[in-house]
């Protein structure tokens, strides 16, 4: 069935073909329609779960956690100040190898207040142990959503399925929305390896000393180490039953590219406008868009990127002190690999437009000289 649905509504309509069983929810702008949907299918019977309406964000993760434990399939979605109160309950989730899903609609931190979008209170969370994934299109939301759930319960992380506010979240587009028995048979009943029953007595996220902690650190690295893997086995899975291929990076152009642009979010597809223009100029420029932040993929940006002489990143967000979060990581995905010269971007904080004319500033940036000349390079900002 075809659908004109908002991003939002492509991740409720993903958490329910995903059949969750229960769903903990605090309403918070961009995102409290994602949950409002939910909320009718709960209560019309469209979807066959528990809601929990709770006090906070904090309490919505938490209960997120102890459904999971008793082995339910759980949802939850958030935004900006919302996404910071759950930060101690994300640790608590990761740690405990549960694969929750939760949709994050980007949002810019305050202060200054705002329900604009950038990408810091979703990055900021990057070291939580979550997995990370950015969507340009609404049905790509819907698609993750159910990737995510066959990656997490596969390999026991929780997963977050982030998009822009705005532009993404409350932009209408057409999106296939898969018959439930195809999506059945790509994801199967949720059987966790251990739950809460007197039947099997288990503990729990219990106190660990430094003779057992390392270990488990250790191993949720080492399955982080495993994501890219299975992120592409269960794309070609996907594929084969719904026809669309889900990739953890999106070439576009890159083959011959003199210079690529970086980017991620809806970002990734606006640079396509200004590489296709670019193109027709004479100029050798392709996109590179990455999806799945965490894990970083660093061997796909490795290999696409190897002869590329040039690469311009953009980042909707930035790390003070520092530069933008995904120039940090692919110059650290880069390094000692060969003799690119990255250009550090920043543009469309607290939602401020990112167009193609951003994008062809930074390619004209870019050209004129073979090295960056300032640590950040900054697209839009008033001086």
């Known amino acids: 069935m075809k659908k004109v649905i908002m991003g939002n509504h492509a991740l409720s309509y993903g958490a329910m073909l995903a059949r969750t069983q229960v769903i903990a929810a605090y309403p918070i702008t961009p995102q409290t329609q994602v949950v409002e949907l939910l909320s009718e299918m709960c209560a019309d019977g469209t979807l066959n779960a528990k809601f929990i309406k709770v006090e906070s964000e904090h309490s919505a993760m938490a209960a997120c956690i102890g459904a999971s434990i008793a082995g339910a399939r759980t949802f939850t979605a958030t935004s900006s100040q919302g996404l910071a109160l759950m930060h101690e309950m994300l640790h608590w989730a990761a740690g405990g190898r549960l694969p929750i899903v939760m949709g994050n609609i980007n949002r810019a931190m305050a202060p200054g207040w705002t ?134 990076v999106e070439p576009y152009l890159c083959d011959d590219a003199e210079i690529v642009l970086v980017t991620s979010g809806t970002a990734g597809y606006t640079a396509r406008v200004a590489v296709e223009e670019m193109r027709k100029k004479g100029l050798k420029v392709g996109n590179l868009r990455i999806k799945m932040f965490r894990p970083f993929p660093f061997e796909d940006c490795r290999r696409i990127l190897a002869k590329t002489p040039k690469i311009a990143v953009l980042d909707r967000n930035i790390s003070y002190g520092h530069h933008g979060i995904f120039s940090q990581e692919l110059k650290s995905a880069l390094y000692g690999t060969g003799n690119q010269a990255v250009f550090a971007f920043i543009a469309g904080l607290g939602g401020r437009d990112i167009t193609a004319d951003s994008f062809r500033e930074m ?11 300032e640590d950040i390079l900054w697209i839009g900002v008033k001086r």
Request: proline letters at 6%; glycine letters at 4%; hydrophobic letters at 35%.
């Open 115 to 248: 329900i604009w979008t950038d990408q810091n209170d979703s990055l900021s969370q990057r070291d939580t142990g979550w997995l990370q994934f950015y969507c340009s299109s609404n049905q790509e939301v819907l698609d993750t959503v159910l990737q995510a759930y066959k990656i997490s319960e596969t390999i026991s992380i929780p997963s977050m399925v982030v998009l822009d506010a705005f532009a993404l979240s409350h932009t209408y587009e057409v999106v296939d929305i898969p018959d439930q028995a195809l999506v059945d048979e790509y994801l199967p009943k949720f059987k966790p390896y251990a739950t809460v029953t007197p039947d099997d007595p288990r503990a729990f996220d219990g106190l660990t000393g430094p003779e057992h902690y390392m270990e488990l650190r250790y191993k949720l690295q080492k399955d982080m180490e495993k994501v890219p893997a299975l992120f592409e086995e269960t794309g070609r899975q996907y594929e084969k039953i719904f026809g669309r291929r889900l990739s953890a």
């Open 363 to 373: 390619i004209e940036t870019v050209s004129r000289t073979d090295r960056p000349t």
